[in-house]
């Protein structure tokens, strides 16, 4: 194996959860589903976004648990947006401390430890979003205030749907996509939310699926000439996953794609002309210290 596998194989280790990152997210997603059930009536939660999907990169940011509320909170529906939200964030703030609790357009997020951060918080989560739900059928819906309406979703049809791809392309899928949500997070997030990566890679991979260096390689160049696209919720339910992306955004984000694409083409230059060493700190530069020095 050359010195680039070894380090795509190490990069790749390194981005799966440890038992005690796991053991952390089963206590603390505990703790802030019994404070939620304490001030709800919860039909019942589960945990949802990439974590469920097992395309959580670390540091383990933004763990998502979705609280379906039950029959008592029925009148909530019926309001804005807003108010069960802010109803949420007072409940995690009576727990939590208002210094530990933020607040999104769907969701409130806990955070724990927010004052004394190491740089990767290896063993740890970091933080939870709380998703208030009510279900629709088999599907879901959640609050958005900045569209000031509920929005449908389906957790499950996501789950379906990556494990699909990952299936068709030998296990393959899932560790590349937490690859380049590293490049993404090491690159100060130039495609939000890091959902988008995913909903993006689900249609610009497809197999053969040859090595992680060369399918990284084309991931940058085909995201860069589709990046200004309107992505849709792979679901069909809500809104575009893209609906963040401005224009300036696209246009920023494509930069930084097209320079990855550059990098890595230089690496794979690099390691075919036996130059190994620096092929692997080419692919260093261009996914953050996660990736090994040598």
Not at 3 to 9: C, E, I, L, N, T
Not at 31 to 49: E, K
Not at 56 to 67: A, E
Not at 104 to 119: A, G, L, P, S
């Amino acid at each position: 194996m050359s010195k680039v596998s070894d380090a795509f194989a190490t990069f790749k280790s390194r981005l799966e959860l440890t038992k005690t990152e796991q053991d952390d997210a089963s206590r603390r997603q505990k703790d802030v589903r019994a404070t939620v059930q304490a001030s709800f009536d919860v039909d019942h939660d589960f945990l949802a976004g990439s974590y469920g999907r097992h395309t959580k990169t670390k540091p383990l940011k933004d763990i998502d648990i979705f609280v379906v509320l039950g029959t008592k909170e029925s009148e909530r529906r019926k309001a804005h947006p807003k108010a069960v939200l802010d109803d949420l964030e007072a409940c995690l703030v009576d727990a939590y401390g208002r210094d530990q609790v933020v607040r999104d357009r769907r969701c409130v997020t806990v955070w724990f430890e927010k004052r004394n951060q190491t740089q990767h918080e290896d063993g740890k989560v970091v933080s939870l979003d709380v998703v208030p739900a009510f279900a629709s059928g088999s599907d879901y819906e959640i609050p958005d205030e900045q569209l000031g309406t509920w929005i449908k979703t389906n957790p499950a049809t996501h789950n379906d749907l990556t494990t699909a791809k990952n299936r068709d392309l030998s296990g393959n899928w899932v560790p590349l996509v937490k690859m380049l949500k590293s490049w993404n997070r090491a690159n100060g997030r130039p495609i939000e939310p890091s959902f988008l990566v995913e909903v993006m890679a689900l249609d610009l991979i497809d197999g053969p699926f040859n090595t992680f260096p060369d399918e990284a390689r084309r991931f940058f160049a085909a995201a860069a000439a589709s990046v200004h696209e309107d992505w849709a919720d792979p679901a069909h339910l809500g809104p575009p996953v893209s609906d963040e992306m401005t224009s300036a955004l696209c246009s920023a984000a494509r930069l930084k794609l097209e320079a990855a694409e550059m990098a890595a083409t230089r690496a794979y230059r690099a390691e075919a002309q036996g130059r190994e060493g620096e092929a692997v700190r080419i692919w260093r530069e261009v996914f953050g210290e996660f990736f090994p020095a040598s």
